[in-house]
């Protein structure tokens, strides 16, 4: 796990825009794709769910980042069909009630799965530092694309950003982060601050910062 963390480190300071031919490795990166391997990686050591593009129920059309329609999709029929269809259960004297209007009940949590059985607090803490020191580097390595990249790499930026579980993860941290966890993490959050810094400066890539509007799922 250490020699992942310092392969990134490594990763990122040849990604830095002082860097000798940098801009030419990320215009390569980008355009081979790893720049959205990297983007994907974020989403499993973060966990949160990546956003996709869904397709407008009333028109049938493919809705993109601009609000521009599309052909029309089996997708979209599909979807009519499961809000047409939905589940009905008897109750009383042939009373139909919708299965949505039942009380819904949480699942477990887990709380008692492996109990009793030993937890290695250290080895834990260790994990958790590595990840988010990749989550850092990796974050970093995504602020050093934007900042200067001209339009046409904005605009396959700005698509896989909208199409990841960056954004889901970086408006979990910055919900829920109080004081505390931020000093705790303190390079990781101001990695945080660093790439919503610069998205706002980047012409673009600002509007990725206010309500995305229905286009993506989950909101």
Avoid at 44 to 68: C, I, P
Avoid at 194 to 200: E, I, M, P, T
């Amino acid at each position: 796990m250490e020699n992942i963390k310092h392969t990134y480190q490594i990763l990122a300071s040849l990604f830095d825009k002082d860097a000798e031919n940098s801009q030419q490795l990320r215009q390569q990166c980008l355009l081979n794709g790893t720049i959205s391997s990297f983007i994907e990686r974020l989403g499993s050591l973060t966990g949160d769910f990546k956003r996709t593009k869904v397709v407008d129920a009333d028109e049938g059309m493919s809705v993109d980042q601009h609000g521009s329609g599309g052909k029309k999709s089996t997708a979209s029929k599909s979807s009519k069909a499961k809000k047409k269809s939905k589940k009905e259960v008897k109750k009383g004297d042939n009373l139909m009630i919708e299965a949505a209007d039942l009380p819904q009940f949480k699942k477990g949590v887990g709380y008692t799965t492996g109990t009793g059985t030993g937890w290695d607090v250290e080895a834990y803490l260790e994990l958790k530092e590595a990840k988010n020191s990749q989550i850092t580097q990796i974050i970093t390595i995504l602020k050093s694309c934007i900042v200067g990249a001209h339009d046409g790499n904005k605009a396959m930026l700005r698509s896989l950003i909208l199409e990841s579980a960056l954004l889901p993860a970086l408006e979990a941290a910055l919900r829920s982060g109080s004081l505390l966890e931020m000093a705790k993490e303190l390079d990781l959050y101001l990695a945080y601050l660093d790439f919503v810094g610069a998205l706002s400066k980047e012409e673009g890539m600002f509007g990725l910062l206010v309500d995305i509007g229905d286009a993506y799922v989950p909101r």
